[in-house]
Structures are given as structure tokens and as C-alpha cells.
């Protein structure tokens, strides 16, 4: 079955390194199709690549799924994210019919008004000791390594992918207090812009709440999550995720949960 949405956004692919979850994106991207993809950053991570490449056929044959896409009259939209910012130089580029922005605003069909970028653009505003949370930043990498092997195995015995560093960020207090204060401050940004609401990645947690009167999306990662945010026909927003062969449109939390 095939599911159809008026918008798509993904982000946090991290071609080019081993954590990259590129065969499920390829069969997700199978199953779903839509007339406007935004890319919202860190799809390809340069910086990573500096200091080790990983760049194999799954991953080119990401790259070239997008380029087919634009080609042949899906609206392909990126916008470059921290760890692929050298693409920002091309804003308001074309590149093999992909759009290079820096920012987007979308429009639902139901009139709302979104935000769309990265994220990273407000990690000034919200930093708290910066040096142990560059620790926290490298240790939550370490992990992400980790994951890696331990799910190869996982795979040759026939079980399903489990997330460790997502298991852990769950259980710190630290790691969910930051996650808050980010989506806090990205609301607060997208509406003293003017703006009904902001869909952004970065953080590798997918989220739709409503915050203060402001929708705060969030599509999640690549990595850990296999996630992905949709509009729906009817300008609905919903979160998806590729588990098990299937997409699965995950039910939005209710309002007691969200306050928790």
C-alpha cells in the first residue's frame, strides 16, 4: 500500500556514516510519495566525513532517489543543517532540480503557516554549560557507534533494531530537560516571526505539540528514529515511522502527557 501526502519532511540522514539508516529510508521512500519534500538538514554529514568517509552504494542510491524525485515532478526542497553546512553557500540554488534554501515558509492546506528549518539556529539561546554539553554531544556519538555494531548483531539473529542511545537519553534527566528548553525556544522563535508554527529536526526527537498556541513539529532522524513528518490532504500534520516493513502514522500524544 502506498500512502500519498500533500508534504513530506525528513532530516538528520547522516549519509556518510555508518549510523545512517539508508536501506530503511530506500523502503520508506518506496511506500510513500508526495508534491513537496523539504530536506531539513544534516541529510549528508560533511562533517563526520572529515575525519572518516562512509559512502556506500545504499547511500548514493539515497542521494539519487531525491534527484530522480525532483526530476520527474515531486518539489524537492533542502535546507542545509549543522553538519552539512557547507551547502548553505548554495542557498537559492538549484541543484539537479533540488531548491537549496536557507529557511522555509510553508503553508498548509488548512492556512496554517510553518517555519521550516533546521534547528541549530537557536542552540545559542538555550546552551547551559557549554562544556558538558559538548561532553554529552560525544558521548551520545560514542553511543550511536555503539548502536551500530550491537544491531548488526541484532540483525543476524533475526531481531528487531533497538536504539540504546535512545533507551539512555530517555532515562537522563540532562538530555530531556535540553530537548524541552530546545523545543520551547523554537516555538517561542517561530512566533515572534510571525508564524503559526515550526517544523525543524537537529534534536533526533520526533514531537507534533502544541506549545503555547504554537505547533512545534519535529521529524525526527534517520539514525535512531526512522521518522518522518506528512501533511496530510486536509493540512493535518502526522509523525510516521518505518518499522517492521510498514509506515505507521504514530498517534499524537494526548494533552495530560505533553504537560508531564
Given at each position: 500500500m502506498r500512502h500519498e501526502y500533500r508534504t513530506l519532511w525528513l532530516s538528520d540522514i547522516h549519509l556518510g556514516t555508518s549510523a545512517s539508516r539508508a536501506a530503511d529510508l530506500l523502503a520508506f521512500l518506496d511506500k510513500v510519495s508526495a508534491e513537496v519534500i523539504y530536506l531539513t538538514g544534516d541529510i549528508v554529514d560533511l562533517e563526520r566525513m572529515k575525519f572518516?568517509?562512509?559512502?556506500?552504494?545504499?547511500?548514493?542510491?539515497?542521494?539519487?532517489?531525491?534527484?530522480?524525485?525532483?526530476?520527474?515532478?515531486?518539489?524537492?526542497?533542502?535546507?542545509?543543517?549543522?553538519?552539512?553546512?557547507?551547502?548553505?553557500?548554495?542557498?537559492?540554488?538549484?541543484i539537479g532540480g533540488i531548491d537549496v534554501a536557507l529557511e522555509r515558509s510553508h503553508?498548509?492546506?488548512?492556512?496554517?503557516?510553518?517555519?521550516?528549518?533546521?534547528?541549530?539556529?537557536?542552540?545559542?539561546?538555550?546552551?547551559?554549560?557549554?562544556?558538558?554539553?559538548?561532553?554529552?554531544?560525544?558521548?551520545?556519538?560514542?553511543l550511536v557507534e555503539v548502536d551500530v555494531r550491537l544491531n548488526k548483531?541484532?540483525?543476524?539473529?533475526?531481531?528487531?533494531?533497538?536504539?540504546?542511545?535512545?533507551?539512555?537519553?530517555?532515562?537522563?534527566?540532562?538530555?530531556n530537560d535540553y530537548i524541552r528548553r530546545f523545543?520551547?525556544?523554537?516555538?517561542?522563535?517561530a512566533l515572534n516571526r510571525g508564524f503559526d508554527g515550526v517544523v525543524c529536526g537537529h534534536i533526533h526527537r520526533p514531537c507534533i505539540r502544541d506549545i503555547e498556541g504554537i505547533c512545534y513539529a519535529n521529524d525526527g532522524d534517520w539514525v535512531e528514529?526512522?521518522?518522518?513528518?506528512?501533511?496530510?490532504?486536509?493540512?493535518?500534520l502526522e509523525l510516521l515511522h518505518w518499522s517492521a516493513d510498514a509506515v505507521v502514522a504514530a498517534p499524537r500524544p494526548a494533552p495530560e502527557a505533553l504537560a508531564a
Open positions: 572518516r568517509t562512509v559512502f556506500p552504494l545504499l547511500h548514493r542510491r539515497v542521494v539519487g532517489h531525491f534527484l530522480q524525485l525532483a526530476k520527474t515532478g515531486t518539489r524537492v526542497i533542502y535546507v542545509p543543517g549543522n553538519h552539512d553546512r557547507e551547502f548553505r553557500q548554495l542557498a537559492g540554488v538549484s503553508e498548509c492546506g488548512n492556512g496554517q503557516r510553518l517555519l521550516v528549518m533546521h534547528g541549530d539556529c537557536i542552540d545559542s539561546r538555550i546552551r547551559r554549560g557549554r562544556y558538558i554539553e559538548q561532553i554529552g554531544s560525544t558521548a551520545y556519538r560514542w548483531l541484532r540483525q543476524r539473529t533475526g531481531n528487531e533494531y533497538s536504539s540504546l542511545s535512545t533507551k539512555i537519553k530517555l532515562r537522563l534527566r540532562s538530555a523545543e520551547e525556544t523554537a516555538a517561542r522563535y528514529h526512522r521518522s518522518a513528518l506528512a501533511e496530510t490532504g486536509s493540512g493535518q
